[in-house]
């Protein structure tokens, strides 16, 4: 990541969220990013995974210069390289646990034995083999972020992201989940960037760093 | 996404909303049902009054008389003569030969004298006819059946006749089988007695109504050929000319509607007065397609609210479901997966509420078509068939209201397709 700025613009007002940002994140590594809400830290994780282009700046992940894919490239992008953990666990409420693990090998067309299969695996490798036939509503927080952390590895992804995985978590399944990613980083060898207010969960990283009025430092 | 993907995702986000979904397919049902329904009464109606119209017959049948026309005939839908023109095989060979015809069917008629068991005798018409081309003939059995075309101990009595036998029309069924004697005329060189009869006996197999000629007796052409033959074995009577012409009439039946008038034209260029319904049934169809256009007009209004709600229902997931497109996005979903999603529920919203509203609208049909025959039969009116189904318009209305919905889900699905992926990471 190399100068990377990054402005909402509202009309006729502009907020600055980023500004110049440096990072360098070996591969298999394990980062931390705190601050202040606004800071800019879920901007940060949202051009990093492709969800969002910055104003200024280069990102590269791998072979791909991020900033500059569009359309399919980006979703093949999103779909192969990356993995998203979100604080509200993104689960399609309509589907079961398995069927949304599912549904990121669906979209790498997987054929559906395969994918099956795979689904109920990786909902083993989180425990919740059990789990898989029921309905996110039928799950705890806890259950669920782990559902989630099962489809963001679904693909082998080389950079896992993740926004505030235990923010609706108590401190009980706040840790269990990251014990979880982080035994699944060790297996992958994988990426994995946490963004956290919590101090237990940041001071687990192998770097922490601080984001704050749109600049980055190493704490 | 595979196609089968992404039914699945379909399928669980309609079960999901269940309520919602039902609604809005109750909403295209109730469209779609109105539609078929006011299309199969207005189809099923026009062709009933075009029918009656044409007596029963093909619409397009055209009555040719042994006559000369006058200037104005094909101003007029009834006969306009001046003189005998006589009619013949060749007559009809040269009729055949135009190109809008599809069938030429003679007509023959006879003076007879009928003597029915209880009832007084008395003088009418016998007609005959080739009745292997029932279908080309302005005839409607209204109880038991038509003469066999080679039968000459068989024959059907017009419904006007019923009345000079004292049986009331519901009663008809009852004159099936009785024996009726008859005698056809000739006149006689000279001496004592003027007429001779050629007499026969004959079974009532049917009552009919009739426009094929004028008489109250419906025979196989054969027996009215006995019957001429037997007359002009006679003197000529000046009472009747016709005996000379082979035929006393044709029914022509055109290739469609649109060439009645063509082939009266080329009749009228043969020398033949001809008259059929073409004018009243042109007027009447233009009412009857200012009808069709109110009834249709209600029933697409009536399809554009569904197609509204489809949209807005549509529109309000696409904002309720802001978190999981982003989400689907973010795992790796294409603009194109986004936009199939919401475009296959919309189709399967229209399809299934247009499954359940045409079958709905044949129901309301054939309802309405019951009351509305009740009524006609309580007022003593002879009833309609107001309600043949047509898969046609079933399978167009669930088709058409697939479609609508594939339409009203159009700016929905697109807006839900371009939604930043960053709405899956977006506060509440």
Redesign the interface.
Known sequence: MHGLSHTYRTGGDSLTVLRGVELEVEPGGYVALTGPSGAGK?TL??IL????SPTEGAVTVGDYAVAQLR??QL??F???TV??V?Q?F??????TAV?NVE??L????LN?KAREQRSLELLAAVGLAERAQHLPKALSGGEKQRVAIA??TA?VPRLILA?EPTGNLDPDAGSAVMDLLERLRTANGCTVIVVSHNPIVAGRAEVCYRLEKGLLQPT | MRWSDTFRLVSRSIRRRAARASLTGLGVALGSGLLVALVTISNTADTNVIGRLSHGGPVAAIKVAPAVPEPDQLDSDSLESRGIHLLDDQSVAAIKHSRYVSSVVPVMTSEVLALPPKADPSFGLMIGTDLTQLGNLPITVLAGRMPSPSSLTEVAISSSYLDHLHVVPANAPAVLGMEIEFATPRREPSGQVRFRGRWFRATIVGVVAQQVSDGDFVFPIKQTQLAREWALGGEPDPDFPLLASQYTGLVVVATSLDRVHDVRAEIDQLGYATSAPEHLIATVQRYLRVVDIVLGGIGTVALVIAALSIASTLLTAVHERRREIGVLKAIGARDSDVLRWFLVEAVAIGFGGGIVGSLAGVGMAELLGLAVNDYLLKQGLGGVELSSISGTIVVGGVVGASLLALLAAAVPALMASRLSAREAVAGE
Not at chain 1, 90 to 95: E, R, T, V
């Open positions: 879920t994780l949202s995974g492709g969800l969002e359309g399919d979703a093949a999103r779909r192969e993995g998203f979100f509200h993104g689960l399609l409420g309509a589907l069927e549904l990121a669906a979209l790498s067309r559906s489809r963001a693909n926004d």
